[in-house]
């Protein structure tokens, strides 16, 4: 009876195996397992006597039997520990040697193709690239395992502001400066870096076994990218889509360059309050009549395009709809506004307004709009990296150095 329940048993297991010639890669799993357990039956001597039975061995059992290896026993050819260095990097390489991961024509399925968020070359692998290149390799895998022509599109973005910090620091370390040597020859060891030092994520990416067509690789600053964009550019501007406009942004001083929100930290420093007198119009040479503003910021103040104050403030209720000076300045005139905004416990209660320097001035420039006063002063690179040094300095030092405004413009 046993033989018999045995022998049925083993002869599904054939059948099974000779048609999964015309199956699916994916379907094959079932039979080859059975396969295996042919062999764990043969080694082991054990009797199948139902089916029941048979869906009870479990897979490892299975791939230790068809291995020659039975359990129980010792094993002293086989190592203590996984080691993955042994294990992951060759097999990565005979996937990509083999051309697994370019997509593989088929007329009869849709093509899917997925282009890889570029990460930073300058960057490093972190919790986002993992969580991404996990989800894109499940959709790409389980596409690719259905027959689809399937690419995933791997790329590095050129993240030009951090690049450039990098190379800058190797030529601080060489005594030279970008400045010194020249836009030219700064380009020339920003490419040399990016191909000596740009493959880091890439092979960091690769270690996590994403199943990408490296073939393809893509760099944000590509001939052909870089084209692209701008084409897109142009039409999204001649349709009307886009338009430029007059928008505070946050400037490195010493890169002399725009930088995210996202790459700016932000802390709490101890500050100075230096206060100005913003004579009323009229009154500029006697200084009888004029507003106090204090700001931690002189630096902003050729910026200013109002003085506000808020609208219930005693102190200053006959200056609202009136005209002040700007000091330091060729007598360029602002208009003194009442917001309830201001604070009238801080500082003196007349707060002047910078579009272009801090968020709230920039909200406040929009709903009364004036705008954004431009300042514009033409200075080469290394005359702009010295005066923004000299601004942040003055900010450091004591009341007497901000002479330059003159002592008429100082307050108490």
């Given amino acids: ?26 379907r094959q799993v079932a039979p080859a397992a059975a396969m295996m357990m042919k ?31 039975s359990p129980g026993k010792k094993h002293g050819d086989l190592p203590k520990n996984f080691e993955h260095t042994d294990v992951e990097e060759p097999l990565y390489k005979r996937w990509e040697q083999s051309g697994a991961f370019k997509p593989k024509p088929n007329d009869e399925k849709e093509p899917f193709t997925i282009p890889m968020p570029p990460p930073n070359v300058t960057g490093a692998l972190h919790m986002g690239h993992a ?58 060891r920003t490419w040399k870096w990016k191909k000596e ?33 701008l ?59 004029f507003l106090p503003v204090a700001t931690t910021r002189p630096e902003t103040i050729v910026g200013d395009t109002a003085v506000a104050v808020h609208p219930e403030d005693p102190r200053y209720k006959d200056f609202v709809g009136k005209f002040c000076v700007v000091p ?15 604070d009238m416990e801080f500082g003196t209660g007349a707060l002047k307004i910078t579009p272009a320097h801090d968020p709230n001035d920039y909200d406040m420039g929009k709903k009364t709009r004036f705008g954004i006063y431009q300042h514009h002063e033409q200075r080469r690179d290394d005359e702009c990296e010295r005066a923004s040094v000299r601004w942040f300095r003055s900010r450091r030092v004591p009341r007497e150095n901000m002479g330059r405004f003159g002592k008429r413009w100082l307050g108490d």
């Avoid at 999964?20 to 890669?25: E, F, G, N, R």
């Avoid at 043969?42 to 791939?63: E, K």
């Avoid at 880091?200 to 964009?229: H, Y």
Wanted: charged residues 25%; glycine residues 8%.
């Fill in 1 to 26: 009876m046993l033989r018999t329940k045995r022998a049925q048993v083993l002869r599904r297991i054939n059948v099974t195996a000779t048609k999964s010639a015309k199956t699916p890669p994916y």
């Fill in 39 to 69: 062999a764990t039956v043969r080694t082991r001597g054990i009797v199948i006597a139902s089916t029941r039975n048979y869906r009870r061995v479990g897979l490892t059992t299975v791939a230790a039997a068809a291995a020659g290896v």
């Fill in 131 to 188: 969580m991404f290149v996990t989800i894109q390799d499940v959709m790409s895998r389980s596409m690719r395992m259905r027959g689809h022509p399937t690419l995933w599109l791997p790329g590095t973005d050129h993240a030009g502001i951090a690049t450039q910090l990098v190379v800058e620091r190797q030529l601080e370390s060489e005594g030279l400066s970008r400045i010194g040597v020249g836009r030219e020859e700064f380009e020339k």
């Fill in 197 to 229: 030092y740009g493959d880091r994520i890439q092979n960091q990416i690769k270690r996590l076994g994403a199943s990408c067509d490296w073939s393809r690789e893509r760099f944000t600053l590509d001939d052909n990218l870089s084209e692209g964009v």
């Fill in 231 to 289: 084409e897109a550019f142009s039409r999204l501007h001649e349709q009307k889509l886009i338009y430029r406009g007059s928008y505070m942004v946050n400037w490195a001083p010493k890169l002399q360059t725009a930088v995210s929100d996202l790459e700016v930290e932000y802390s709490d420093e101890p500050g100075f309050l230096f206060h100005f007198k913003y004579p009323l119009e009229g009154y500029e040479e006697d200084n009888t009549k």
């Fill in 328 to 342: 330091g300045t060729n007598g360029r005139k602002i208009p003194v506004i009442a917001d309830d905004y201001v």
